[in-house]
């Protein structure tokens, strides 16, 4: 009985996992178009609101959030140790479309009482949820904007862009990149069951439908609401259906990078991620094709995954 229950463990954990088994399905909104199209326009002042609010402070392993075998990072002597990060929440909005979220914030309930809201053993023991310190909760960040909250983009599905998620009304619906729920790793196996959960009772989650960029200069934009005012990117790498965004905003572009690139260190020095990466060669990819936008609109704000930029 004991091997036989060995055994079972022993297959369970060498089988790869997805982030989440909750339903997929293709998402109604957005409109492929291509990165030409969208560089063409995204300098001209546009109408999303966009405002940036931290919602907690949070500490990561350095070693994580870069890649520290990196030449530049090897020259530079950087070395592991607890990096100082923040959790974001970006409250868009649009004059027609609406109020969006980018990524949720930190939900209170999430701190005080993680076993409550679903997160297992292991996340809670390693996760350092106990080292979130809310600056401002998802809830009030979202009744800050005084209207229904619409729908929330997720970068991607790892617990610090969800940890907002038991705030957000149940009937919202939720778009990831292509692949997301499904990413198949290992590590998975501990955050299931708590995506799971997040996600109980909420309508299926809206897959972006993207479709290669002809440009060749990322893999594939959408124009998220058809009227070249918000920009879909998919940046694969950091999980396989990472995305970021871009805003385009009364003051000019603001590029919202997600994970692509957690630290300042990293975004200067074109370095991607470390540990926490699904696909180095990838990531490293996007990172660079990100960069490159950037470097050909130097009036674009740069908003980075868990650091501010400057
Ligand atoms: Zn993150």
Not at 80 to 101: N, S, V
Not at 196 to 202: A, I, Q, S, T
Request: charged share 25%.
């Amino acid at each position: 009985m004991f091997r036989k229950a060995v055994l079972l463990f022993i297959v369970a954990a060498l089988s790869a996992c997805a982030q989440s088994t909750h339903e997929s399905v293709p998402a109604a909104l957005g409109k492929p178009i291509s990165s030409a199209a969208m560089e063409a326009v995204i300098d001209t002042p546009g109408p999303i609101d966009l405002k940036t609010v931290a919602s907690a402070e949070y500490v990561a392993d350095l070693s994580g959030l870069l890649n520290l075998k990196d030449p530049k990072a090897v020259e530079a002597g950087l070395s592991d140790h607890e990096e100082p990060i923040q959790i974001y929440t970006h409250l868009l909005r649009h004059p027609t479309q609406g109020f969006f979220m980018v990524d949720t914030g930190v939900s209170r309930r999430l701190v005080e009482d993680p076993a409550g809201v679903g997160v297992g053993l292991v996340v809670r023991k390693f996760g350092k949820i106990e080292r979130m310190q809310i600056r401002e909760d998802a809830s009030s960040a979202m009744k800050s904007e005084g209207e229904p909250l619409k729908g929330v983009f997720l970068t991607h599905l790892h617990l610090d862009h969800i940890s907002g998620m038991p705030d957000i009304p149940k009937d919202v619906p939720f778009y990831t990149g292509p692949g997301e729920a499904a990413e198949s790793k290992f590590e998975n196996l501990f955050v299931q069951g708590m995506e799971d959960r997040f996600f109980e009772g909420r309508p299926a989650i809206q897959e972006l439908q993207f479709k290669k960029d002809p440009d060749e200069k990322f893999e594939a934009v959408i124009d998220v609401f058809g009227d070249r005012s918000l920009f879909a990117i998919l940046t694969p790498g950091h999980t396989e259906g990472h995305v970021s965004y871009l805003a385009r905003t009364p003051t000019g572009p603001v590029l919202l990078t997600g994970d692509a690139c957690h630290t300042r260190w990293g975004w200067e020095h074109g370095v991607e991620p470390g540990s926490y990466t699904f696909d180095r060669e990838r990531e490293r990819k996007s990172l660079l094709a990100l960069k490159a936008l950037s470097e050909r609109h130097p009036k674009m704000v740069v908003k980075l995954g868990h650091q501010p930029s400057v």
